[in-house]
């Protein structure tokens, strides 16, 4: 399952990241790797963003972004 398909307040874990190249490279300097918690705090109204918590790091994610990343409980 991928991020997006979780509700507010859902603690995951990162599987693996399915993004290419810069967005990898931005998401491995955010803290979001495998076998990173992530919480999500919320989305936006549309779902277009998500906004989650890795470590102490409060970050929003648009929906194309959070769609590469593969997530479980």
Same mark, same amino acid.
């Given at each position: 399952?991928?991020?997006?398909?979780?509700?507010?307040?859902?603690?995951?874990?990162?599987?693996?990241?399915?993004?290419?190249?810069?967005?990898?490279?931005?998401?491995?300097?955010?803290?979001?790797?495998?076998g990173a918690e992530i919480k999500i705090?919320?989305?936006? =109204?549309?779902?277009?963003?998500? $906004?989650?918590?890795?470590?102490?790091?409060?970050? =929003?994610?648009?929906? *194309? *972004? =959070? $769609?590469?990343? *593969?997530? =479980? $409980?």
């Amino acid at each position: 399952m991928y991020l997006m398909n979780f509700p507010v307040n859902s603690s995951v874990k990162v599987m693996k990241l399915h993004a290419d190249g810069p967005l990898k490279q931005r998401f491995m300097s955010m803290g979001i790797m495998k076998g990173a918690e992530i919480k999500i705090l919320a989305y936006s =109204a549309t779902h277009s963003t998500v $906004e989650i918590r890795v470590g102490k790091m409060q970050l =929003a994610l648009r929906k *194309e *972004e =959070a $769609e590469t990343i *593969e997530v =479980a $409980e």
